[in-house]
C-alpha cells in the first residue's frame, strides 16, 4: 500500500506538472499572437539603436532572403509573447514547487526569483539604453563616402537579442554572490582575494557572450561585469554568512 500510494503521489505530481505546462504555453500562445500584429513596430524599436547611430541619411535596412522579414517578426512576436505571459508562466513555477517548500525556504525562493527578475531587466536595459547607442556609433563610425554599411534585418535581430540575452545574464552575478555566500561557500574576504583570477575570468565569460570576437564589445561586457563583481563584494560582506554561525 505504502509503494502504491507513493506511486500515486508521483503520478499526481506529474499531473499537476502537465496541467501546469499547458497553462504556461496557452499564456505564451496568447502573448505571441498579441505581439503578432505589433511585431514589425517592435522590430523598428528594436532597432532604434542602430538607426540612430547611422551615417545621416541613410535610415533603412536590408533583408537578403525573401521570407527573411516574415520569420523575422515571427520571432519578435514570439520574444514578445514570452516577455508577455511571463508573469503567468513564472506563477505557473511558484505554484508547482511551493507546496514543496518549507515556509522559510519559499520565503527565499520568491525573493531569489523577485531579484533575479529585476536584475535581468536591468541588464537588457542597460545594454539596450548604454551600451547599444554608443557602441554602435563607435562602430559604424569607420563608414567613409566609399564605405557604407549595409545591414541585414536578421543579423541585426541575432546580434541584439544574444547581447540583450548575455546582459541580462551576466547581471545576475550578485545574486549569485548573495546565495553563495549565504551558504558560506564564498566570504567578501575570499572574493577580495581571488580579484586577479576574476579580472581573467570575467574577460574570458565576456568573450565567450559577446557575439562577435572583437575586443571593442568584450570590454563592453567585461566593465559593467567588474562593478557587478565589486558590488558582489559588497553584498557578501553585508549579507554573507557570518563566521561560526
Not at 514589425?40 to 532604434?48: E, I, P, Q, T, V
Not at 563607435?138 to 549595409?150: A, E, H, I, R, V
Not at 548575455?166 to 555566500?181: D, E, K, R, T
Request: with cysteine.
Amino acid at each position: 500500500m505504502a509503494e502504491e500510494d507513493k506511486v500515486m503521489s508521483f503520478t499526481g505530481h506529474l499531473r499537476e506538472l502537465r496541467r501546469r505546462l499547458i497553462i504556461a504555453v496557452v499564456a505564451v500562445s496568447a502573448g505571441f499572437l498579441a505581439s503578432y500584429y505589433y511585431s514589425d513596430r517592435l522590430f523598428w524599436f528594436l532597432a532604434r539603436p542602430l538607426l540612430d547611430a547611422l551615417p545621416q541619411g541613410q535610415d533603412f535596412m536590408v533583408f537578403t532572403g525573401v521570407v527573411e522579414p516574415f520569420f523575422i517578426y515571427l520571432k519578435v512576436a514570439l520574444l514578445c509573447g514570452i516577455v508577455l505571459a511571463s508573469p503567468v508562466v513564472l506563477y505557473q513555477v511558484w505554484a508547482f514547487v511551493a507546496p514543496g517548500l518549507y515556509k522559510n525556504e519559499r520565503r527565499w525562493f520568491f525573493f531569489t526569483v523577485l531579484f533575479s527578475i529585476l536584475l535581468f531587466a536591468a541588464g537588457v536595459a542597460f545594454a539596450f539604453e548604454a551600451v547599444f547607442p554608443f557602441g554602435f556609433k563607435y562602430l559604424l563610425s569607420y563608414s567613409t563616402q566609399g564605405l557604407k554599411p549595409f545591414l541585414s534585418m536578421g543579423q541585426y535581430f541575432s546580434m541584439a537579442t544574444r547581447l540583450l540575452l548575455a546582459f541580462g545574464i551576466v547581471f545576475q552575478l550578485p545574486l549569485a554572490i548573495l546565495v553563495l555566500s549565504r551558504l558560506g561557500i564564498v566570504s567578501a574576504r575570499q572574493l577580495i582575494a581571488w580579484w586577479r583570477y576574476a579580472i581573467v575570468a570575467i574577460l574570458v565569460v565576456s568573450a565567450v557572450l559577446t557575439p562577435t570576437p572583437d575586443i571593442f564589445n568584450q570590454l563592453m561586457m567585461a566593465g559593467p561585469l567588474t562593478i557587478l563583481y565589486v558590488v558582489g563584494i559588497a553584498v557578501a560582506l553585508v549579507f554573507g554568512k557570518k563566521a561560526g554561525k
